[in-house]
DNA sequence: TTCATCATTATGTAGGACAAAATAAAAATA
DNA sequence: TATTTTTATTTTGTCCTACATAATGATGAA
């Protein structure tokens, strides 16, 4: 299949520089050895001398890794493996404006996936002190048509939603998607026109919360993002 | 509501050094000038004049945006604003070993919910040349029961199903969680012995999506991943 | 024994130097 | 004049040295 992206296919050409080796090295390293949260790497001159690099190029590989939460470092105790921060790597680069249409459409794909698939995880784990919380934000919601609140509801909304799963991640994750889930759908608003609504709303999606089973809300939330489906169809 | 998890509740104290002050101020100053895949980058001595630091440091901080993809550079031409990939970080910190055991629970989950929540854009996007494919693999899966095979063939089959939604970021990000989750099977494995397996098979699975419908199929697809639906009830 | 002081050590930051590559400018050739 | 070759320049990549800083351990004084 040809691809619509070709620098996706294609390697880039990367004119590896030493802090890319030592990076990967590093990474591997600590991979054979087991290394586990809370040890202790060795130096940086150690490092340096034996990869034979300098330990410039050695500060900016750890650099790096310290970005991603990988490792701590404070003077004179050394620096030690860290449990890295999972998404932190995801949240930096989470920018509507420099990431490529194809993959920022991937993305909203991805989120869709992700509200149908919330279902079951939601009756698992959801609690009447949720309910209570989803039924203030819907309450609230009601007579704002204004484009600013809609979309201030909406958020909270399925923010809370996420949030009901108890998967941190989940909802950090959520989170980083929202900007370009709104980017994506106002950049096709101006193209195509103000986006129609599902047929189910906020208020419908609670109330199968609160009586229905899994299958009747996946059904409503396929419904509530009907007009999203549509769109991806094209 | 008490968290099991202090260290994601409570903020680290962060003895933040001149590159992470520099790397934030660098990836602030990008987004307020709106700067393009393309647009060039002013010069790490000019920058460094600018932030009074060092040179050193500024190229900490480059070095970390460069390894995300963000920025690309060549002698003489200098720095230039690149696309990143949106899963380099990602791929990076994803290993079972280091992660904490809450994220891991997170990230099992979540594989889940993208599951469950797949039919939809698999029904608008599969092809009868997919379907053939699948076919293959199932047909190749047949009386393998050894635990080596059967894991091979279930990333295959998924895999398969991941690939079709055409969905490259999709797919990428599936194929990371796949150590997460085999970790996490595993593990559980020790404990409670091995798991069942699920009622429904790849092979109904695929029956499914040829005669059925998104909500058939997604059926399926809960009864196939019920195991692991029990355990995440408790 | 306890507290204060000092020495040590590893990271953090600064600055200078030069190599290498890519470009621009200048010179030489057809 | 047009084109190729050579030279100069510029910017990143790498190395080195030096010192500040903070945490630790050792030493010595009360």
């Given at each position: 299949m040809a691809s619509k992206n070709l620098s996706k296919d294609i390697e880039k050409i990367a004119p590896s520089t030493m802090a890319d080796v030592v990076e990967t090295r590093l990474r591997e390293y600590l991979k054979r050895k087991a290394f586990k949260p809370g040890d202790a790497l060795p130096k940086e001159l150690e490092l340096a001398e034996a990869l034979d690099v300098s330990r410039n190029v050695v500060r900016e590989a750890l650099s790096r890794l310290r970005m991603l939460g990988m490792i701590e470092s404070r003077k004179k105790r050394g620096m030690v493996l860290a449990e890295p921060d999972i998404l932190g790597g995801f949240e930096r680069v989470m920018d509507p404006l420099i990431l490529d249409q194809n993959t920022l459409q991937d993305l909203f794909e991805l989120r869709l996936v992700l509200e149908m698939g919330l279902a079951d995880v939601l009756y698992t784990r959801m609690t009447d002190k949720d309910l209570k919380e989803l039924e203030q934000i819907v309450g609230k919601e009601?007579?704002?048509?204004?484009k600013p609140f809609k979309v201030k509801y909406e958020i909270a909304f399925h923010g809370k939603l996420y949030q009901m799963t108890g998967n941190e991640t989940f909802m950090r994750f959520q989170n980083m998607l929202l900007p370009v889930f709104e980017y994506v759908v106002s950049e096709e608003a101006k193209i195509n026109g103000e986006a129609k609504v599902g047929k189910v709303t906020h208020r419908d999606l609670l109330e199968l919360l609160k009586t229905g089973g899994p299958e009747d809300f996946r059904q409503g939330m396929k419904e509530h993002l009907s007009p999203h489906f549509e769109r991806m169809k094209r």
């Open positions: 009601i007579n704002k048509v204004q």
